[in-house]
């Protein structure tokens, strides 16, 4: 048997509860999609770093081998990305950064920043009999 004060209390429970769980669950997929979006831009700075390091490799084939994996990985969901290749003697330096939005509209989480950062040593042609 109920009592009449208790009429309507687990609507309002619900009303309380329910935009405070929505709220933990969306900031969790948030959190997902930008670790992926995370990994995808670290990703795309190891490519153009491998590519640039290859003996024949040049800095636009490296920076269009990265903007094809952050194509391929993130869609359209990259914006303004920056890629930034430099071509040492010895080695070579990738650097990727992107932003990805948000799901919520809350100040300072509305988007993020990705960076990629890879380093990889340049591959080149010794003769037999040659030191390193």
């Known amino acids: 048997m109920r009592l009449r004060s208790e009429r309507g209390t687990a ?20 959190f997902g999609l930008w670790y992926h979006a995370e990994h ?3 990703t795309a700075a190891v490519e153009a770093a491998r590519l640039a390091a290859a ?8 920076e269009a081998r990265a903007s094809d994996v952050l194509s391929a ?4 969901a990259a914006e303004s990305p920056a890629i930034d290749v430099t071509i040492g003697s010895g080695t070579v330096q990738a650097r990727v950064t992107a932003r990805l939005r948000g799901l919520l509209p ?3 989480f509305s988007s993020f920043v990705l960076r990629g950062d890879a380093t990889a040593y340049r ?9 390193p």
């Open 11 to 30: 609507a309002l429970e619900l009303a309380i509860v329910a935009p405070v769980l929505m709220v933990l669950v969306l900031g969790i997929v948030q």
């Open 40 to 42: 995808v831009a670290r």
């Open 55 to 62: 003996e024949d490799g040049t800095q636009s084939d490296a």
């Open 73 to 76: 990985g993130l869609g359209r």
């Open 106 to 108: 809350i100040p300072g």
């Open 123 to 131: 591959e080149r042609f010794r003769p037999a009999g040659e030191s």
